[in-house]
């Protein structure tokens, strides 16, 4: 999916969008990268959401480290929310998360079991910044299932929504929430991952401030992709290090080209299971 740049009219849209889809839901879930748990988060979701219940999915888990994975599982739980890591990408099964959905529902659906209800609905929307992952979440739980639910007027007001194998129904658009964007290495981060366009800086600004992170974070995994030892590491400066690669990986002196393979590399998980937001 193509990605966005936010300005406030963008924001004010996507905010009074995702409070009018409050409404129609009974959960909502919030789809975060785990690679980025704070700086993927919209700055505005916690105040927005206080009345529903709320589920954080942890996804791209199979690029972030494990252990920061945990450490944030543990972090967002604390905060009373249900949440759950997934690598949407190459587990198509959704049963964890269903089960999550059910007990976030739980208040609504015993409720209406107590009126007598046999299998009430319940009915969720899912949010997140561009390209965290939400189309292919939701394909994964719609399967085979793709069939859109006509609406019924006066409940749906208009909306569509995507029918699962179980009682659970998803509003068929996601809801695209604004990153925090609140300052230049919050930016780099999304950069690197590919949260926003990469265009908003220039390659080698990325790679460089990569590079400095993977040195003090990840420098094991940094060595490997440098095939440098870690002195060779510590005893040059970043641009002389992004150079010395460029010229390994055969690209001559043309750092920006290697600028941008790093980066793809980063982002496909090559150069190990990086988390940019440490817990
Ligand atoms: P959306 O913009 O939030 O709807 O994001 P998409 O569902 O379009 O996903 C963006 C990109 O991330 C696509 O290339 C997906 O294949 C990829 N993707 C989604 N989930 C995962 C995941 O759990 N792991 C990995 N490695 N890639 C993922």
């Known amino acids: 999916m193509a990605t966005i740049q936010w300005y406030p009219g963008h924001m004010n849209k996507a905010k009074n969008q995702l409070e009018d889809n409050l409404d129609l839901i009974d959960v909502l879930i919030e789809v975060l990268d ?11 979701i916690g105040q927005l959401t206080k009345k529903k219940p709320h589920i954080i999915i942890l ?5 972030a480290d494990p252990i920061q994975t945990k450490k944030w599982t ?19 099964n959704m049963t964890s998360l269903f089960k999550i959905i059910k007990l976030a529902g739980k208040k609504k659906t015993e409720k209406l079991i107590a009126k007598g209800a046999s299998n009430p609905m319940i009915r969720v929307a899912i949010a997140g910044i561009p390209n965290c992952g939400k ?32 009682n659970v129904q998803i509003l068929d658009t996601p809801g695209i929430l604004w ?7 919050v930016g780099y981060k999304l950069a690197a991952c590919g949260a926003i366009k990469a265009d ?29 030892t870690s002195e060779e590491l510590e005893n040059m400066s970043n641009p002389d290090l992004l150079l010395a690669m460029t010229n390994k990986y055969g690209m001559r002196d043309d750092y920006d ?17 990086i988390t940019f937001d440490l817990r």
């Open 34 to 44: 785990a690679r980025l748990p704070v700086s993927s988060r919209n700055p505005m």
């Open 179 to 185: 990153p925090k964007f609140s300052d230049q290495e």
């Open 135 to 166: 189309s292919t979440i939701i394909n994964r739980m719609v399967g085979r299932n793709a069939a859109i639910v006509g609406d019924k007027p006066g409940v749906t007001r208009g909306q569509s929504w995507l029918k699962t194998k179980t």
């Open 200 to 228: 908003v800086f220039h390659p080698d600004d990325v790679a460089l401030f990569v590079i400095e992170f993977l040195k003090q974070n990840y420098q094991k995994d940094l060595a490997k992709f440098a095939q440098a």
């Open 59 to 63: 996804n791209k888990s199979d690029l």
């Open 74 to 92: 543990r972090y967002f739980q604390d905060e009373g929310n249900f949440v759950i890591s997934m690598d949407a990408q190459h587990n198509t």
């Open 257 to 273: 080209k290697f600028s941008l393979f790093m980066l793809q590399r980063l982002r496909k998980g090559k150069l190990g299971r």
